[in-house]
């Protein structure tokens, strides 16, 4: 069993920055694909950006290439969404992924565990 949990959500302007973290149990971390996912009121559940295992290789939805980083530190079984720029249309639940087999891309079901979610407020 994995857990996984959010913290760094809150309110912020327009032009902004955020920092999320994902704070992971269990002993094979390091094996784990991370990824982030958002969801919006009244909009479907979007992939935000993914990281490998050994954080050489990332993945960004186009929304956000160039504002936000996704990074990950094995030692303390953390992953990480630095977030600049934000928009508006930013504003959504984040939730914290976790693939076990290390493969998972974009699609929320490839994921084996997820977080329960930070709100993420961006006022124009």
């Known amino acids: 069993q994995v857990q996984l949990r959010e913290s760094g959500g809150g309110l912020v302007q327009a032009g902004g920055s955020l920092r999320l973290s994902c704070a992971a149990s269990g002993r094979t971390f390091s094996s784990y694909t991370m990824g982030w996912f958002r969801q919006a009121p009244g909009k479907e559940r979007e992939f935000v950006a993914s990281?490998?295992?050994?954080?050489?290789?990332?993945y960004y939805t186009d929304s956000v290439k160039g504002r936000f980083t996704i990074s990950r530190d094995n030692a303390k079984n953390t992953v990480s969404l630095q977030m600049n720029s934000l928009k508006p249309e930013d504003t959504a639940v984040y939730y914290c992924?976790?693939?076990?087999?290390?493969?998972?891309?974009?699609?929320?079901?490839?994921?084996?565990?997820r977080g329960r979610g930070t709100q993420v407020t961006v006022s124009s």
């Open positions: 992924t976790a693939d076990l087999r290390g493969y998972a891309g974009s699609s929320w079901y490839e994921y084996d565990y």
């Open positions: 990281i490998s295992w050994s954080g050489g290789s990332t």
